[in-house]
Nanobody, 114 residues
Framework: VRLVESGGDSVQPGESLRLSCVAS????????MRWYRQAPGKERELVAA???????HYRNSVKGRFTISRDNAKNTVTLQMNNLKPDDTAVYYC?????????WGQGTQVTVSA
């Protein structure tokens, strides 16, 4: 199983980015798909999650700015990030959890600075 993230970049505050994660090699579909992030010197934190049903969950600091979505047929998960703030600077990781198995991507860097 391989998860590959893309879309990270350096942007100014207020700008937008769209992160994508493609999962290949999965023998099952569904489960949880999540985005985490880890800033320098900080612990990894959950940013957003989406169930196979489409139900979503966001951490408070990104509500109203970030939108998570998924394509079950393509095993992809996307994170649309609007109105980015310097505090959003981090390495963003996608995670897929199916049954008792959890898979991680290698991360993509998002930097927000003036």
């Amino acid at each position: 199983v391989r998860l590959v993230e893309s879309g990270g970049d350096s942007v100014q505050p207020g700008e937008s980015l769209r992160l994508s994660c493609v999962a290949s090699g999965l023998t099952e579909r569904g489960g949880f798909m999540r985005w985490y992030r880890q800033a320098p010197g900080k612990e990894r934190e959950l940013v957003a999650a989406i169930l196979e049903s489409g139900s979503t969950h966001y951490r408070n600091s990104v509500k109203g700015r970030f939108t998570i979505s998924r394509d079950n047929a393509k095993n992809t998960v996307t994170l649309q990030m609007n109105n980015l703030k310097p505090d959003d600077t981090a390495v963003y990781y996608c995670q897929v959890q199916i049954s008792t198995f959890t898979y991680w991507g290698q991360g993509t860097q998002v930097t927000v600075s003036a």
